[in-house]
């Protein structure tokens, strides 16, 4: 039993999305960072697509009311347990008593706490991803609250006991953290509408910074920079949008869309965030500003491929010193 003695910001369950139901309109919500929530759980020894906690810039104070194990990955809210720094990247044994809590965000806006075993919640339409606008998924449809309980699957005992029996000490092997930078490089594909945009535009987008609105969310980070104009102004038929499609409304101020983006666009579409790049906007701050720089479709499908191969290699190492250190 986790207890929320402080909720913070925007505490909420997610997961990496509640898939397969945007043709019904229902959007795919789930983690803003899913390298960092992918690589939490695995830490935890949880499955991928477990539903961790995302915390947002001013982080919870949580009670534990049992023993756990844990790991938060993402963005530094400077974690502290009992008082005490807590290292990220790394899983930590957490005895009964033991109050995590957060501080001044150092780098990044968002850290992901997974527990071993996850969350013992009712999935909604197959995720436990919290849709806060429609008030469904995660716990009871919304953000946590202060003197809410989260109750946890079971962990095997054995298991348990073993990490217990290692007296509190915190394993001796970590994952690099993921490089979040204030104005972080990230590349884009030219979008379906990309050629509808005049030339200064389409120059302007690769080579121009844009800064972080603070008229931003989960559904969509408003940047603000040099203004985007079409060649000539065309009526378009709304069409599917993903996780990092890049819109450009009339007052030319693009706008990235994000985990609570809407299930279609009508705005033209000037570029395509590549997927592993999508944490390092999802860990920008209202403020703080990036640059886009062309890549090929080829080319980001590769470095997903890479991405991809990198995690099932931490995810078989990740195995093997937990079996070493228990």
């Known amino acids: 039993m986790l207890n929320i003695r402080k909720s913070g910001l925007q505490t909420a369950v997610q997961d990496l999305g509640r898939i397969g139901f945007q043709r019904y309109g229902v959007i795919a919500s ?19 697509n477990s539903p961790t906690l995302e915390i ?5 104070v949580i009670e534990f009311e049992a023993d756990h194990f844990i790991a938060v990955c993402g963005g530094d809210l400077s974690p502290s347990l009992d ?12 005895p ?13 806006a968002r850290s992901y706490l997974a527990v071993a075993g996850g969350f013992d919640l009712e999935p909604v339409m197959d995720s436990h991803s919290t849709y806060l606008r429609a008030g469904i998924g995660g716990f009871k449809g919304r953000a946590l609250k ?11 005992a054995a ?17 690099p953290p993921a490089r979040y930078h204030e104005q972080p490089i990230v590349r884009m594909m030219p979008g379906r509408q990309y050629e509808l945009f005049d030339e200064a535009s389409r120059a302007r987008i690769f080579e121009e910074p844009f800064t972080v609105s603070a008229n931003s969310d989960r559904m969509g980070y408003r940047l603000e920079g040099p203004g985007l104009a079409l060649e000539k102004q065309e009526e378009l038929i709304s069409e599917a949008v993903a996780f990092g499609s890049v819109q450009v409304p009339a007052d030319g101020n693009p706008i990235v869309l994000l985990a609570d983006r809407q299930t279609t666009g009508g705005y033209p579409k000037i570029g395509q965030v590549a997927s592993v790049d999508l944490p390092l906007i999802s860990q920008l701050k209202p403020g703080e500003s990036l640059k886009f720089r062309h890549i090929s479709a080829d080319d980001a499908q590769q470095l997903y491929i ?10 078989i190492a990740i ?8």
């Open 30 to 48: 789930g983690v803003m960072d899913p390298f960092a929530h992918r690589i939490a759980n695995l830490l935890a020894g949880n499955a991928e």
């Open 56 to 60: 947002a810039l001013s982080g919870p």
């Open 83 to 94: 008082g005490k720094p807590l290292a990220m990247w790394r899983g930590h044994f957490v």
């Open 96 to 108: 009964k008593g033991s109050v995590l809590s957060f501080g001044e965000p150092k780098r990044g």
């Open 146 to 156: 202060n003197g809410d309980s989260l109750t946890t699957l079971p962990v095997e």
């Open 159 to 175: 298991r348990m006991e073993a990490l217990k029996n290692q007296n509190g000490q915190t394993p001796d092997w970590l994952i």
């Open 306 to 315: 890479e991405q991809e191969q990198q995690i099932r290699q931490l995810k």
């Open 319 to 326: 195995q093997m010193k937990r079996e070493e250190w228990t």
